[in-house]
T-cell receptor
Framework: KAGVTQTPRYLIKTRGQQVTLSCSPI?????VSWYQQTPGQGLQFLFE???????NKGNFPGRFSGRQFSNSRSEMNVSTLELGDSALYLC????????????FGPGTRLTVL | AQSVTQLDSHVSVSEGTPVLLRCNYS??????LFWYVQHPNKGLQLLLK??????LVKGINGFEAEFKKSETSFHLTKPSAHMSDAAEYFC?????????????FGIGTKLQVIP
């Protein structure tokens, strides 16, 4: 069974631009979570989607948004990029609401210049 | 409320010697505990998990961890370090309540293996 896939793997943007990252969960998994990883802040939870509904949200500004499609694929959007948004963005999927084991994708490395 | 403390940000061991990565947790409820490993420029890979069954948990690549409720600890060990073990390790506590999952990551411990 294929693992969690994320595209693109690397992105370079400039301040003020917007970006969309994509995540395809493991087949059959209905929950997708997004995390931001930076050297200074470590791993921080962004949001979780389950069956196309945002179930939980971390403490990030409204410039960070996401959505989930009916096939469980998820996208994350960051608008008006800032230098501090440079990070590794990780997506994780889990089977269902009662399952707490997450499977992570390889991440998207975003660099904001 | 829940929290995770990884007591060492860096650990250095010689190849072939034991590895000990320390993790203490705090949780209002019975938590699920995980250890993940992250190699450079890679995502997180699950090493092992504790979900209220056996307190000694065996994982992949020879790693194991022991859940000690009295000490609120979940330390990761391996009898003999290999060069390929050099990576960053994260201790994670999760709780599911009402379908919502709360996940808390430790700050990570970078393991260096010296040949």
């Amino acid at each position: 069974k294929a693992g969690v896939t994320q595209t693109p793997r690397y992105l370079i943007k400039t301040r003020g631009q917007q970006v969309t990252l994509s995540c395809s969960p493991i087949s059959g998994h209905r929950s997708v979570s997004w995390y931001q990883q930076t050297p200074g802040q470590g791993l921080q939870f962004l949001f979780e989607y389950f069956s196309e509904t945002q179930r939980n949200k971390g403490n990030f500004p409204g410039r960070f948004s996401g959505r989930q499609f009916s096939n469980s694929r998820s996208e994350m959007n960051v608008s008006t990029l800032e230098l501090g948004d440079s990070a590794l963005y990780l997506c994780a999927s889990r089977l269902a609401e009662t399952y707490n084991e997450q499977f992570f994708g390889p991440g998207t490395r975003l660099t904001v210049l | 409320a829940q929290s995770v403390t990884q007591l060492d940000s860096h650990v250095s061991v010689s190849e072939g010697t034991p590895v000990l990565l320390r993790c203490n947790y705090s949780s209002s409820y019975s938590p699920s505990l995980f250890w993940y490993v992250q190699h450079p420029n890679k995502g997180l890979q699950l090493l092992l998990k504790y979900t209220s069954a056996a307190t000694l948990v065996k994982g992949i690549n020879g790693f194991e961890a022991e859940f000690k409720k009295s000490e609120t600890s979940f330390h990761l060990t391996k009898p003999s370090a290999h060069m390929s073990d050099a990576a960053e390790y994260f201790c994670v506590v999760t709780m599911i309540s009402g379908g919502y999952q709360k996940v808390t990551f430790g700050i990570g411990t970078k393991l260096q293996v010296i040949p």
